[in-house]
């Protein structure tokens, strides 16, 4: 017998809450991981029960046919992670700030390590939110194109297109800075 798919665990859930502890246990570390990686593992045990309270509550508005589970849940991840986005700026800013003073003290261990996480960080700060959301989700989630559309309800090229243009900002930003700091 085959385990429940994710799509029939979620519309049994409303009459089996164990079958959304089966959901949330499928899920909850690779949402985890995500969300960790975006805004720092303090907030995200908070974001991903906050992910799964806003899915259970909208579970009777899921639409199989817009996609599955999985990308489902990384959508309301990342439209979480947007509320949080100020305090994301405000560390990837620290970040920046702090890895480019051990950067500028030679006492300091490993300066190129904290000039590039400097660099890092400049370029995620520049990426469009869209751009910078495709790249986590794909980096960090896993998630493969079609679940990137899913989860921010764009076609699969949009993706391809925003993908790229990250990859491009970052490896400009960083070939830019790694340049000017050997000069």
């Known amino acids: 017998m085959n385990p429940p798919t994710d ?3 979620l519309a049994r859930s409303g009459r089996d809450p ?3 502890g089966n959901l949330v246990d499928r899920h909850s570390g ?3 991981r995500y969300v960790a990686r975006r805004l720092g593992p303090e907030d995200a ?3 991903v029960s906050e992910v799964f309270v806003t899915a259970h509550r909208m579970r009777d508005r899921f639409d199989p046919g817009r996609g599955a589970v999985r990308p489902w849940l990384f959508g309301i991840a990342t439209n979480l992670v947007h509320r949080h986005r100020r305090a994301e700026a405000r560390r990837l800013e620290a970040l920046a700030r702090l890895a480019g003073r051990a950067a500028a003290d030679p006492d300091e261990p490993e300066p190129r390590t904290a000039a590039e996480r400097a660099a ?3 370029a995620l700060r520049r990426m469009r939110t869209e751009h910078r959301d495709a790249l986590f989700l794909h980096a960090v989630a ?3 194109i079609d ?3 899913a989860a921010m309800g764009a076609p699969a090229g949009t ?3 925003w993908l790229h243009r990250a990859r491009a900002v970052g490896a400009e930003h960083l070939t830019h800075t790694t340049t000017e700091g050997t000069r």
């Open 120 to 122: 890092l960080a400049a």
């Open 159 to 161: 993706v391809k297109a």
């Open 7 to 9: 799509e029939q665990l």
């Open 45 to 47: 045990e908070d974001l």
């Open 147 to 149: 679940e990137i559309g």
């Open 142 to 144: 896993g998630l493969t």
């Open 18 to 20: 164990e079958a959304f």
């Open 30 to 32: 690779a949402l985890h």
